[in-house]
């Protein structure tokens, strides 16, 4: 499987982005594919997550309410529709495959190559 991110930006506080991670590979769909983010200076932050079936989604607490993670199988592509953004989401985001959820990274397979994120205050 082959991740490819894309969709980062520099947006103000306030605002909103939609992330896309685009998957190669006829697994796809049965992976449980997870969405993490990573900030200057710190370790590498569980964000979301969505099953392999799409029907359930799981949030970090410091971003519930303010994302929702989708996915499209027939474009085997997940997405991270992130709004109002703060500037504490200022990050390099990654997507990543798991065979179940997991907050840990490790337990990740494959990784997307990340797309910055750049909230403005």
């Known amino acids: 499987v082959q991740l490819q991110a894309s969709g980062g930006g520099l947006v103000q506080a306030g605002g909103s982005l939609r992330l896309s991670c685009a998957a190669s590979g006829r697994t796809f769909s049965s992976y449980l594919m997870g969405w993490f983010r990573q900030a200057p200076g710190k370790e590498r932050e569980f964000v979301g997550a969505?099953?392999?079936?799409?029907?359930?989604?799981y949030y970090a607490d410091s971003v519930k309410g303010r994302i929702t993670i989708s996915r499209d199988k027939a474009k085997n592509t997940v997405y991270l529709q992130m709004d109002n953004l703060k500037p504490e989401d200022t990050a390099v985001y990654y997507c990543?495959?798991?065979?179940?959820?997991?907050?840990?990274?490790?337990?990740?397979?494959?990784w997307g190559q990340g797309t910055q994120v750049t909230v403005s205050s």
């Open positions: 990543a495959t798991a065979p179940t959820l997991s907050s840990s990274p490790s337990q990740y397979t494959y």
């Open positions: 969505i099953s392999s079936s799409g029907t359930s989604t």
